[in-house]
């Protein structure tokens, strides 16, 4: 089994849909939980992070984070086409350095 | 622009070649990473350095050859590799200590031939 599950999609959306990414773990040691975007031929970009349970805003993007069901999920409202992207989780027991990631879903936003 | 530069960012090599890789951070930051990425794969740590000294090697084969000269600049040093090292190799830095705030760059992809 895998330390971080993450379906691969494609997951395709029309323009302005709600779209919500999810990630599920099996280290119950995980307290940092991080949602990075990817795009085709770039380098991953740090969209977010949330330390322990709870929710967390940034504009249009929503993580959320079920400690108890081992469950994080990133929401996107108002999708828009320059939101296709791989989207990332990543997670962390500590501060420190060491990220376990998933592999990543591939988000395709049509207009 | 994240901050975080790579040189080259396409390199094909020949198994019996000798290459390096350059990372390089204009964030301040003091701890930098070496990751692999391959298709259908998750990001593979390799690599981590804080305050320029090396903190983490991820099991990674010797014909991989990391150097940290500075807090700004990070290496990778490549020799006889093999077909199955091609992949999309990104680098990453963040304050030590705050490694779940990494910032990357856009990886060099290395075909081995």
């Known amino acids: 089994q895998k330390e971080v599950e993450q379906d691969p999609g494609p997951l395709s959306v029309p323009e302005g849909a709600i779209v919500s990414l999810n990630c599920t773990y099996s280290?119950?040691?995980?307290?940092?939980f991080m949602w990075y975007r990817q795009y085709s031929r770039k380098g991953p970009e740090l969209l977010m992070y949330?330390?322990?349970?709870g929710n967390k805003e940034d504009g249009r993007f929503t993580a959320q984070v079920d400690k108890s069901s081992k469950y994080i999920s990133l929401f996107i409202r108002d999708s828009q086409p320059s939101d296709s992207a791989t989207y990332l989780c990543?997670?962390?027991?500590?501060?420190?350095?060491?990220?376990?990631f998933g592999g990543g879903t591939r988000l395709m936003v049509k207009p | 622009e994240t901050g975080v530069t790579q040189t080259p960012r396409h390199l094909v090599m020949g198994m019996t070649n000798k290459k390096s890789l350059k990372c390089e951070q204009h964030?301040?930051?003091?701890?930098m990473y070496w990751y692999k990425q391959s298709a259908k794969k998750p990001l593979e740590l390799m690599f981590v350095?804080?305050?320029?000294?090396?903190?983490e090697n991820n099991s990674v084969p010797s014909r991989f050859s990391p150097e940290c000269p500075n807090s700004s600049h990070l290496f990778l040093h490549l020799h006889t590799l093999q077909p199955e090292d091609s992949a999309l190799y990104l680098c990453?830095?963040?304050?030590?200590?705050?490694?779940?705030?990494?910032?990357f760059g856009p990886g060099t992809r290395l075909t081995v031939t």
């Open positions: 964030l301040g930051h003091n701890a």
């Open positions: 990453a830095s963040s304050q030590a200590g705050s490694g779940y705030e990494q910032y």
């Open positions: 280290n119950s040691a995980f307290q940092y």
């Open positions: 990543a997670m962390s027991a500590d501060a420190g350095n060491m990220l376990t």
């Open positions: 949330t330390y322990s349970s």
């Open positions: 350095y804080n305050f320029k000294e090396q903190t």
